[in-house]
């Protein structure tokens, strides 16, 4: 249980907030590089409580300005392109890509008016076929961490995402409750198919005899065993981690078996009651596979449903009954109301690491997961589970009963693992 104060330190990521001060130390995902294909030069971007527009000026270099023009407000998100940067549609007044006021077409010319107008702009990097936004102290700016699933070369890649109406705080808590798993796409997902008449038992009802969480470097592992698992599986000995902040990595399967894949869950903020998840996975090609050229060509986009045609939640996809969960507890989970058992050990954990690394910040310290020397950030490999007992029940029938079913190359990455069987398929666990 949490006081009300320590709930809005822990939730608020507005400018100025402790919380919101840790969030602007890290790269935040914000849209695909193939959503500013063609004609589409400039997205509007939400984050951190913030309104920006991305965009792609003249010369095709990205930027990320605040949408409000600072003459007298209209968005930029309808101006136009410019060789160095942007221009208002209201008046035409131009800006670079540092916001500062290039041109005031209307002002006399001799004035020196523009060079006392400045607008927030922000730092935009492209890894993996993302694009990456960081809205902190400028000489506080970290490297954008090459976490191995960005980098990984040769990999089938797609981005879903959903906007959910509801704190970033109460997602990544999910994260660190591993036994939830069991019962939410478990016994409740068996019960909603049982109601329909289509009676349907799946690998990860099975029972958490115990879990664990270990702090590393770049976030905490999480463990669990399940009844039958000895102690030596992948599910207890190795784990997967969430990466600090906001990124949870369920990545599995094994090279050996040709069934590697990444998969990444990322909780970007939109503002205090909503935030932008998203889904990245890389598929590796099973060995010898032939994997059609424009499946490799970009990253593909989709939207994540959690509401059917009748506005009632979908209770029949992992994902879509994480975010009924999620929403369900409030725009901003009431924690002065909640009763934490041992089973929730690793959510304690979790706001102690929050608490701390805010502090840090505070007091003018990097926070964990910063880096600033390129050699140790070429690749960072993360800890997966290459064997995972969640996985057992085909790669195909996991697949489509997650986010990856609304994917435009679900089929294609379906069959791109059927032709490698008998071997293990891979699958991911969500959790
Ligand atoms: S409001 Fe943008 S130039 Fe006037
Ligand atoms: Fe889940």
């Known amino acids: ?170 997602i990544m808590e999910n994260s660190l409750d591993p036994v939830h798993t069991e019962w939410l796409h478990g016994h409740t997902y068996e019960f909603v198919k049982e109601q329909k008449g289509q009676s349907h038992k799946v690998a990860i009802s099975a029972h958490h005899e115990k879990i664990a969480f270990r702090e590393f470097d770049h976030g905490i592992t999480k ?16 784990g997967h981690p969430i990466v600090f902040p906001h990124i949870l990595s369920v990545g599995a399967g094994d090279e050996k078996f040709n069934s590697r894949y990444y998969a990444f869950q990322i909780r970007v903020p939109v503002d205090d009651t909503h935030t ?61 109301q909640e009763n934490l058992g041992a089973s929730d050990n690793g959510i304690a954990l979790y706001r102690r690491v929050l608490r701390r690394e805010i502090k840090k910040v505070e007091e003018g310290v990097d926070p964990m997961f910063t880096f600033r020397d390129a050699a140790k950030n070429v690749r960072i490999d993360l800890p997966n589970e290459a064997d995972k007992h969640h996985n057992s029940d085909g790669a195909r029938s996991w697949i489509m009963r997650i986010h990856a079913a609304h994917s435009p190359i679900a089929e294609d990455v379906c069959r791109m693992y059927d032709a490698n069987k008998p071997a293990p398929a891979p699958l991911r666990v969500v959790g």
């Open 1 to 170: 249980m949490l006081t009300a104060e320590q709930n809005e330190l822990l939730t608020r990521v507005g400018r100025g907030t402790p919380c919101g001060d840790l969030m602007r130390r890290y790269w935040h995902p914000i849209a695909a590089v193939s959503e500013l294909d063609g004609n589409k030069w400039n997205k509007r971007v939400r984050l951190l409580g913030e309104d920006l527009v991305l965009y792609r000026d003249k010369q095709g270099r990205i930027g990320l300005i605040t949408e409000a023009c600072p003459h007298r407000r209209a968005s930029l998100a309808f101006g136009l392109p410019t060789d160095n940067g942007i221009r208002c549609p209201y008046h035409g007044w131009a800006f670079g890509h540092g916001g500062e006021c290039l041109e005031q077409p209307n002002e006399p010319e001799k004035s020196a008016f523009r060079h006392k107008v400045k607008t927030p702009a922000y730092s935009v990097e492209e890894m993996g076929g993302v694009f990456w936004a960081y809205l902190g102290p400028a000489e506080s700016k970290p490297l954008l961490p090459r976490l191995d699933g960005f980098v990984a070369e040769g990999t089938v890649r797609m981005l879903g995402s959903a906007i959910i109406p509801c704190n970033w705080l109460q």
């Open 276 to 336: 932008m998840h998203l889904w990245y996975t890389a598929y590796v090609p099973p060995k010898g596979y032939k994997v059609a050229a424009h499946l490799l060509d970009k990253v593909y986009t989709y939207d994540v449903p959690y509401l059917d045609e009748n506005g009632d939640y979908i209770l029949d996809n992992v994902d879509a009954q994480d975010i009924m969960a999620w929403i369900t507890q409030g725009a901003i989970a009431d924690r002065t």
């Open 223 to 238: 463990h669990r065993l399940l009844t039958g698992q000895s102690e030596d599986c992948d599910d207890w000995k190795v």
